[in-house]
């Protein structure tokens, strides 16, 4: 088939190199426009972009695709199928209706559950232990289409929604070619989805990862595990904010295991926090304006003392 591929983070690269060493052919690209990246703020490509280039498939990079002009670009490409994951903008019907068979989607969850933009972060946010990925042809609702395959994948007691967002995105991309090869076959079915059992996964947003160590540890584990790396969990310590970005098995020997939520104990290898049960073990910390560390790192460092935590409402109220 003559596809039309729509991506644009690094985790639509593995389905781009899969649909580009398939048999089916590649004739555009749609990613976003170059953006400032990095400290110096340079105009940078996204990595689909600069993987498009590098195999040399023409890259569109519309503001829109409601633009006629854009959508007459479209038609000269006689697609068959437009192939999309983590596009980062709406398809309108008008655009739709252009490729002969559609347009499919790898989404990050077993529809209809958590349709939306954070589908494998709200999945790690709730505690689940298993989620799974989804092709299904595009229609104009959010994530409403005729489902064609799905597979489920089970989620790690540590595994951080970045972690398991990179292992779907690559184990999606051979979804993805299964969905466009059973189209090209003519063998692809077609399910409607149950619409009355569909949950939402909004975008997060930093508001809402501040993380409550009062909370049971299995809550504060996937609160912390959910917003990893992005927008990443945190908490204040002497009055500035630090992210949690993982968390890794508590040692079998900690001395007192009784922790009160917030407060910290760091051993030689590790960091240990108190939350309203057990103790989590701090794997990676990012104190504001520095590059992610070990917590271990950070706490000898930091020179902790014997009733050091992290900041509570109340010490801040005194502040």
Known sequence: MRLIFAGTPATALPSL??????????VAVLTRADAPAGRGRKLTPSPVKALALEAGVPVLTPTTLRDPEVQAQLRALDADAAAVVAYGKLIPAEALAIPTLGWVNLHFSLLPALRGAAPAQRAVLSGATATGMTVFRLDEGLDTGEVITTRERTIGPYETAGELLEAMAEDGASLLLQALDAMADGTATF???????????????????????????????????????HPGAWTE?????????????????????HLAPGRLRATKRHLLVGTATDPLAIAQVAPAGKRPMRGADWARGASLAADAAFDSDDQKEQR
């Open 237 to 257: 310590w002497e009055g500035t904010r630090m992210k949690v970005l993982g968390l890794e098995p508590v040692p079998e020997t900690t001395g007192d295991d």
């Open 191 to 229: 399910s409607v989805q149950d619409h009355q059992a569909a949950t939402h996964a909004a975008k997060l947003s930093s508001a809402e990862a501040r993380i409550e160590w009062d909370h049971p540890a299995q809550q504060v584990s996937a609160h912390i595990r959910g917003m990893s790396p």
């Open 17 to 26: 190199r899969a649909l580009l060493d398939s048999r089916h052919e590649v």
